[in-house]
Each structure stands twice: as structure tokens, then as C-alpha cells.
């Protein structure tokens, strides 16, 4: 069964899975979401995190751009995702970057309570279908200063919140967070643009004026943070599911769908 990447702008629908091969459902916001031809370079992590897993699998990813937990849940977009999930299924949860829009009210959630009170909903709602639920932590922008020194975190409480339920829940967790600040100090300030949607003017007829993004990613970074999620998933040892390791892929390997594709 060849894995199947869904539009995070349509309702997902998995169909029949072949027995002892999970699903893999990522809902989150635009840092894992698949981005259309209309967008590309651009690439979230989770449309990339199928290049690291067995084939056999499929992958669901109903990543919103511009979803906080709340937003995501009130506009009900959890529904059908909780509708498609089986037994043994995988259920990849990662919000954050747009829970801290204290001036969205909509979108913005407290992180020691309404933020954990969210989580927990898709949580309890996954395990009560008999899937697997795995946090994951923010990934975290590029932030230097003009000097070099850095990079700096941005999320606030929100890690500590999610780490904080992961650990009271029982919860496995894949720390991007913490994971991905770590990488950026290790490529530097110059390198780790590469990882980011940087294009000078001219580079791509969807940014004619060039674009200088430090949240999301070039198919290269999208593909770099999705091995750290996999090869994290590994470790945390997830009922069934299997890691192609040490996989060599580039972005000759990814896939933009037209825009309004399933």
C-alpha cells in the first residue's frame, strides 16, 4: 500500500488500512502542513515525515495553517479526524505557534490551562478510538541577533506546558523544541537559513520579490525536522510503526499537490 499524503485543507479520510499497518494522522499548524505547487518551495515537516516511514503506511496529515489547539477543535476540524481513526492508528499532535496570539482571541490559549485542557481533549478523544497519541512540542523559529548569538527560544510556557501533560498522561513525546534550537546552534546563524524559507528576488516565480520566513521551511529544512520527528518516533517506541532508517532522500522526493488536490 503506497502512503498517502492528504491536502491539509480537505477533510482527511484514510480508507482501509492493511492490518498491523497504522495510519499516521499529524493535526497541527502550518510549520507540519503540506503546502500546495501554489507555495513551494514551502514545506511543512509532516509532508515530509512519509519519506522516513515504511511505505506501507499511510499518512494523513490534516495540519492547518494557522491553527492554535483551540481554533483547530472549535472549528471542528478534529471531527473527521476522530471519525477515521482505528485501533492502533497514530495520532501526531503539535500546536503552539499560534495558541501564543494573546490578540487573537480565537486562536490564542493559556499554556497551564486552556492550551493542556485542549491537548487533552485531542488526547482522550484519540485513546478512547484505541490510537496511539504522540506530543509534539513546537518546532522552533530561527532567532539570531545582528551579532550571531543565539539562536533564542520562542515559545514561553507553552513546551514546558506539553511536557508537563506528556509526563502527568503517560504520554510519549517527540521534544521538536528543544530538538530543533539545538540543530539551529549547531548550523549557526548563515547555515541554518538554509532550512527556512530564504529566496533572494527572482529565485521562484511563487516569491518573485524573495522571502525571508525564520518559521517555515524549505523542502530541505522540512525534510531535516521530519527525520528528527522520525528517528525521535523510533526511540519512543510506537506500537507497529516502522522507520526507514537512515533514509537518503532530497526534495527531488517530495510532492506539492495542485492547489484544491486531495
Known amino acids: 500500500m503506497s502512503t498517502q499524503i492528504t491536502h491539509s485543507e480537505d ?16 493535526i497541527g499548524d502550518s510549520t507540519a502542513s503540506t503546502w500546495t505547487t501554489a507555495h513551494a518551495p514551502e514545506t511543512g515537516w509532516g509532508q515530509a515525515l512519509p519519506l522516513f516511514l515504511d511505505r506501507r503506511h499511510k499518512v494523513v496529515n490534516a495540519a492547518l495553517s494557522g491553527a492554535s489547539s483551540k481554533s483547530f477543535a472549535e ?6 479526524v476522530l471519525s477515521a481513526l482505528r485501533p492502533g492508528d497514530v495520532l501526531l499532535v503539535s500546536f503552539g505557534h499560534n495558541d501564543e496570539k494573546v490578540d487573537i482571541p480565537t486562536h490564542y490559549t493559556e499554556p497551564w490551562t486552556t492550551y493542556q485542557e485542549y491537548l487533552t481533549g485531542y488526547l482522550d478523544g484519540a485513546r478512547g478510538k484505541g490510537a496511539q497519541v504522540v506530543l509534539v512540542t513546537s518546532v522552533e523559529r530561527r532567532r539570531f541577533d545582528p551579532t550571531g548569538e543565539g539562536p533564542y527560544t ?9 511536557r508537563a501533560l506528556a509526563d502527568r498522561r503517560d504520554v510519549p513525546l517527540v521534544d521538536l523544541a528543544e530538538l530543533s534550537v539545538r540543530r539551529w546552534k549547531q548550523l549557526g546563524k548563515e547555515a541554518s537559513k538554509e532550512y527556512f524559507l530564504w529566496l533572494k528576488p527572482g529565485e521562484s516565480n511563487n516569491y518573485p520579490e524573495g522571502v525571508e520566513d525564520d518559521t517555515h521551511f524549505s523542502g530541505h529544512g522540512a ?5 528528527i520527528v522520525a528517528e525521535e518516533l523510533e526511540k519512543v517506541g510506537i506500537r507497529d510503526l516502522r522507520i526507514v532508517r537512515d533514509s537518503v532522500v532530497s526534495e527531488k522526493d517530495l510532492v506539492w499537490p495542485e492547489p484544491g488536490d486531495g
Open 11 to 26: 477533510c482527511p479520510s484514510a480508507g482501509p488500512a492493511e492490518p498491523g499497518w497504522p495510519t499516521v494522522f499529524i
Open 75 to 80: 472549528a471542528g476540524r478534529f471531527d473527521p
Open 154 to 162: 520562542t515559545h514561553g510556557d507553552y513546551p514546558k506546558a506539553i
Open 223 to 227: 525534510i531535516e525536522v521530519a527525520r
